[in-house]
Structure formats: structure tokens, C-alpha cells
């Protein structure tokens, strides 16, 4: 079974370590980036199943990240992390595709339940593609005997 790669995207550089460190302490592995920008360059080479996405960010908020990481990237679930959450930012964020919110200071095991949560969804989401595509290549058994009647 694949292992979940998570990405923390974030502005406070001591929050990005701190939680980086006790998030691999449980296992998983993780990157980070201190914008969207350098999220999104990350996105470019490394397979990363969920990012963890701070709304308030200098530049290109979180938001606008999580717009342009769910064009790109549609597979990648995003969580919102805030320390200065409004419900019409909840609600932005939950209408561009994020998949959940969660607001700071958050707890290490409540970051990695919701991250869980998101991972398993897309797990869901990437089996019923595959299904899909394989369905595409198989044929009936009705096409089979019809195809050697001929």
C-alpha cells in the first residue's frame, strides 16, 4: 500500500518545522513550503498526496493556492489551516475544492486524521479511475462470441 506524502505550506517558518518534525515522528513523510508558489513548484516533482495549506500567506494567499493546486492537480486533496479563520474563508476554500478545514493551533493527531481522512478519499477516487479505465479495455462476453461469430 502506498504511504501517504504530505506537504505543509505555510509562512511561519517555526510552525513548518516544528510540525514537519512531529508529523514524520508518526511515520509519514512530509515536505513543506513557505508559499504557494514554491507548493505549487514542489507539486511539479513530487508525488504528494494531501497538502496541509495555511489561508494567510503573503503573496499568493491560500486561496488562490489551493485554486491553482486543484487545476493542476486535481488528485491532490487539500486542508485549509488557519490561525485567523471567518466563516466566508471556510467557505471560499470548501467551494474551490478544499477538502476540509482546520483551524490553528491545530493538534498533531487531529492534522494527521484529517490528513488520513483526505488520503483515503483520494485512494477512492484513484480506484474508481482505474476501474474505469480497465472496464474501457475489457469486453462482454456478449462482444467476445458476437466478435467470433464473424
Known sequence: MEK???MLVDDEERFLKTTKKLIE????EVLTAQDGEEALEKLKSQNVHVVILDVKMPGMDGNETLKAVKALYPLVEVIMLTGHATVDSAIDGLKSGANDYLMKPADIDEI???ATEAFEK????EEKIRL????KYMRSPR???KGDDE
Not at 122 to 125: G, M
Not at 132 to 135: E, G, L, N, W
Open 132 to 135: 474505469a479505465q480497465s472496464k
Open 143 to 145: 462482444e467476445i462470441l
Open 4 to 6: 501517504m506524502k504530505i
Open 112 to 114: 494527521i486524521e484529517k
Open 25 to 28: 515522528k508518526k511515520g509519514y
Open 122 to 125: 483520494r485512494q477512492r477516487l
